[in-house]
């Protein structure tokens, strides 16, 4: 956002030009066009977070939130209230979850059937959600005494005025007429202070000709300048009272910052999780191939046997069905696959699957699943500390907290009387040309003032000569009865900030509780892989037992069939597994406020959208924060 227009006369034109904004980004980065070639899009998981950083709408939209910010500063800076930022990140969609997973598609746990979506709770899957990071409630804090302008203001104004009218004595005048011709202007300055002074300069001028003999200067010019200072003693009266808007929007753009840097975890954090859902995904539908692809083999060697006559026809059936039955799941699994990457190619780009080339790719995921390792976590002590200071949303209730008390500063004050001390100065000055007129009915005509005779320059003189001054000094009290207004805004205010200290203390005890249940989920989810693992190889060694006595034929087809499936399912357990494990550890990054760094993201960088290459290396990261 450029505040200023280009050219020489830039900085006299820009207050009354309407700021330079750039128009919104509707085409992909161009990393996209690097990753798909020969009707694939070829993901890794980096490639992935670096697509959602350039491309989701969720994090685009928190860019211009931060914009928003720096428009309340100069705002608050101009003496003008706030209207606020927003506090709110976007979630993207749940998707289909791993393989075996209940899906919120589905009330009551895993169904293998797909399912159209037809009300509002099949949509979960498809559809983001929104929460909202601040700890303050929906109603605002009062506003309290009126902050005065700090952006200087000149007024200016003219007027002719032409008056023709008879009347019925001659004397005013010296004749039945009476006409006037007046040319009047003025310009005056004003400009508040953070003191809450009002200074207010006025300079006027009216010059009045007139047809009449009566009169000795005629033109006459008259010109005064007021100067007047108005300062408040009570209500209204303090630098730091008038300048709390000021502080409170600065910490607004921390806010905005907060906000962004939540949104970039939020984004990457369900990035990597539809990520690594599609990984378990694809894996488990090699897993249904494969079984499908045994189940047919089998087949057809059953029904060698049964033309050959060595087995009964009933076992040929059986083949059948669980070729059926595999095929089903093969399908069913498909579809899977192709609704979680038809989710992440719309999150993950701008133009989605209108673009043709990219609606009939397949997603390949090069970056494999890492197995659980032997390192202990740290303790959990140490986690909750991390988070402590690193969680984006904690650093935002400080700064919210810090707003409420400087937003008291107002209330507060708005419970004093009025009592505002106005002094003015105004210096007087008036010349005009003696009439050519003559006395009439025998009057005689009285001479014109020597001092009063002259041009404009004389009239100046007389003006800042102080030739003619008048001086004001006065005091002005309000002060209202029981302030019942003013005492109910100052206590709701109160009751508020107390309140957002308790949200403070909640929001605290949700982030020790996150960690701890991550901190427990990546404890379970290695012992459940591990067990994985030793079932699906129990489950291998069984299958080849049962094999060698079915050749040998001590063994019926459907006890065959039976460890097969056994095995299928043994595999499926250990992607599910395994999956989980990675996305306990997406929970724990997460809960830590590690997700960025963990990532190799700049926060920076990713605001101004600055690509880091089409080739992602380790570099040294800053913080993900200002420090504070």
């Not at 006025?202 to 100067?227: D, K, M």
Request: glycine share 8%; hydrophobic share 35%.
């Amino acid at each position: 956002m450029n505040l200023r227009p280009a050219g020489r006369a830039g900085w006299l034109l820009s207050p009354y030009k309407a700021p330079v904004v750039r128009s919104s980004r509707t085409r992909d980065s161009n990393r996209l066009s690097h990753l798909l070639h020969d009707g694939k899009l070829t993901l890794t998981l980096q490639d992935a977070i670096d697509l959602a950083v350039e491309n989701n709408f969720d994090v685009e939209i928190q860019r211009y939130d931060r914009q928003f910010a720096l428009t309340e500063i100069i705002r608050a800076e101009g003496g003008g209230l706030l209207r606020g930022v927003p506090t709110t990140v976007g979630e993207l969609p749940s998707g289909e979850g791993g393989p075996g997973e209940p899906l919120l598609t589905t009330v009551g746990g895993y169904s293998p059937v797909l399912q159209l979506p037809s009300s509002a709770a099949d949509l979960a899957t498809i559809t983001g959600t929104q929460s909202d990071l601040s700890i303050l409630g929906s109603a605002a804090f009062s506003s309290g005494p009126e902050v005065p302008h700090f952006d200087p203001s000149i007024l200016a104004g003219a007027s002719l005025t032409q008056l023709i009218y008879p009347q019925s004595d001659a004397f005013q005048t010296g004749s039945n007429f009476f006409s006037s011709h007046t040319l009047s202007g003025n310009a005056g300055y004003i400009q508040g202070f953070s003191t809450g002074t009002v200074f207010n300069a006025t300079f006027s001028s009216t010059q009045v000709s007139e047809a009449s003999t009566r009169l000795n200067l005629n033109p006459f010019t008259s010109s005064s300048l007021n100067v007047t200072i108005t300062q408040p003693l009570l209500q209204g009266f303090g630098v730091s009272m008038n300048k709390r808007f000021i502080h409170i929007a600065r910490n607004e753009n921390r806010i905005a910052r907060e906000v962004f840097t939540q949104q970039l975890i939020s984004t990457i954090s369900d990035t990597m999780r539809l990520y690594w859902d599609l990984v378990s995904l694809q894996q488990d539908l090699q897993v249904k191939r494969e079984s499908l692809e045994a189940a047919e083999r089998l087949y057809r060697d059953t029904k060698n046997e049964v033309e050959l006559g060595t087995q009964a026809p009933v076992d040929l059936t059986s083949t059948m069905a669980q070729v059926a039955s595999n095929r089903q799941a093969y399908i069913n699994e498909q579809g899977m696959v192709l609704q979680q990457e038809l989710l992440l190619k719309e999150v993950l780009t701008r133009q989605g699957i209108s673009e043709p080339a990219l609606a009939t790719a397949s997603i390949e995921t090069v970056t494999p699943i890492e197995t659980p390792d032997a390192n202990s976590l740290e303790p959990l002590v140490n986690l909750i500390d991390t988070a402590m200071r690193q969680r984006p949303d904690l650093a935002l209730a400080s700064a919210e907290e810090e707003n409420v008390r400087s937003s008291l500063k107002g209330s507060h004050n708005a419970l004093l009387p009025e009592l505002n001390l106005v002094a003015s100065m105004q210096n007087n000055g008036g010349v005009g040309v003696a009439s050519s007129a003559t006395a009439t009915q025998g009057q005689p005509s009285v001479p014109s003032p020597s001092n009063l005779l002259g041009g404009y320059g004389s009239l100046l003189g007389q003006v800042f000569g102080r030739d003619f001054p008048d001086y004001s000094v006065g005091a002005q009290l309000n002060i209202p009865i029981r302030n019942r207004i003013a005492r109910a805004d100052a206590a709701r205010d109160e009751l508020q900030y107390r309140q957002s200290e308790v949200r403070v203390q909640q929001l605290r005890s949700q982030v020790r509780l996150q960690v701890g249940n991550a901190f427990i989920a990546i404890q379970q989810a290695r012992e459940s892989y591990k067990a994985a693992v030793e079932a699906r190889t129990l489950q291998e060694q069984a299958l080849d037992v049962e094999r060698a006595k079915f050749k040998a034929g001590v063994s019926t087809v459907y006890e065959f069939m039976q460890h097969e499936s056994n095995l299928a399912e043994a595999k499926s357990v250990e992607i599910t597994a395994l999956g989980v494990y990675a996305k306990s550890r997406i929970a724990l990054a997460r809960a830590i406020g590690s997700t960025l760094s963990d990532n190799n993201v700049i926060m920076d960088d990713a605001y101004e959208n600055r690509s880091s290459g089409l080739t992602t290396s380790p570099r040294v990261r800053q913080t993900t924060r200002e420090t504070r």
